[in-house]
């Protein structure tokens, strides 16, 4: 075999190796810093299922280090094909580029709400679980099929379930409430 014949070989194999990886499992991420709609103190992680875009994003609030230096970031994203489930772990991580010049850090502890985006190449995955790693390393697990159930059901009033579908899902569940009530959510007829 001759050279060109080799490289054209060698950068044939390597395309349709590249298009076989991108077609399956995460292809992208990123996190962005962002201010609320409204104070949401006291709700937990929201983790979205966007099939439109084939992606998944992940709301929350963290703490993190200096506020000068430090930033939330993803530590790892792992995605398992054969159980149909992701894990991502959120952390604290130094934007600092030069680490021995930690000493010009503010000594503050900050927070942040943030937005998590992982993209897909093609389905997204039934499970997602989110591991916040601060003190408590809290966890949330997210079933993709039990959340639509949750978001698309009607729920008595101040229920458990009408709560968390409140913060889990607000703009779908006030869709689907306006569209039962009569085009006017229940709490605004008289």
């Given at each position: 075999?001759?050279?060109?014949?080799?490289?054209?070989?060698?950068?044939?194999?390597?395309?349709?190796?590249?298009?076989?990886?991108?077609?399956?499992?995460?292809?992208?991420?990123?996190?962005?810093?962002?201010?609320?709609?409204?104070?949401?103190?006291?709700?937990?992680?929201?983790?979205?299922?966007?099939?439109?875009?084939?992606?998944?994003?992940?709301?929350g609030?963290?703490?993190?280090?200096?506020?000068?230096?430090?930033?939330?970031?993803?530590?790892?994203?792992?995605?398992?094909?054969?159980?149909?489930?992701?894990?991502?772990?959120?952390?604290?991580?130094?934007?600092?580029?030069?680490?021995?010049?930690?000493?010009?850090?503010?000594?503050?502890?900050?927070?942040?709400?943030y937005?998590?985006?992982?993209?897909?190449?093609?389905?997204?995955?039934?499970?997602?679980?989110?591991?916040?790693?601060?003190?408590?390393?809290?966890?949330?697990?997210?079933?993709?099929?039990?959340?639509?159930?949750?978001?698309?059901?009607?729920?008595?009033?101040?229920?458990?379930?009408?709560?968390?579908?409140?913060?889990?899902?607000?703009?779908?569940?006030?869709?689907?409430?306006?569209?039962?009530?009569?085009g006017l959510?229940?709490?605004?007829?008289?």
């Amino acid at each position: 075999m001759n050279r060109r014949s080799f490289v054209g070989l060698l950068a044939g194999s390597l395309t349709a190796m590249a298009g076989c990886l991108g077609r399956s499992g995460v292809t992208g991420s990123n996190v962005e810093h962002i201010e609320p709609r409204r104070n949401r103190e006291q709700r937990p992680t929201i983790v979205a299922f966007d099939e439109a875009a084939s992606a998944v994003h992940i709301t929350g609030h963290m703490v993190y280090g200096s506020s000068s230096c430090d930033k939330v970031g993803i530590s790892s994203t792992t995605y398992d094909a054969e159980a149909n489930s992701l894990r991502i772990v959120m952390e604290s991580q130094s934007k600092n580029p030069i680490p021995f010049l930690s000493s010009v850090c503010t000594a503050n502890v900050a927070g942040t709400w943030y937005r998590a985006t992982v993209q897909f190449a093609d389905e997204l995955p039934q499970k997602v679980t989110v591991v916040e790693q601060r003190g408590s390393n809290e966890k949330r697990v997210v079933n993709r099929h039990e959340q639509q159930q949750l978001c698309t059901t009607n729920h008595p009033p101040d229920s458990p379930d009408a709560k968390e579908a409140h913060w889990t899902c607000p703009e779908q569940y006030v869709a689907n409430s306006v569209r039962e009530c009569g085009g006017l959510p229940e709490s605004t007829r008289g």
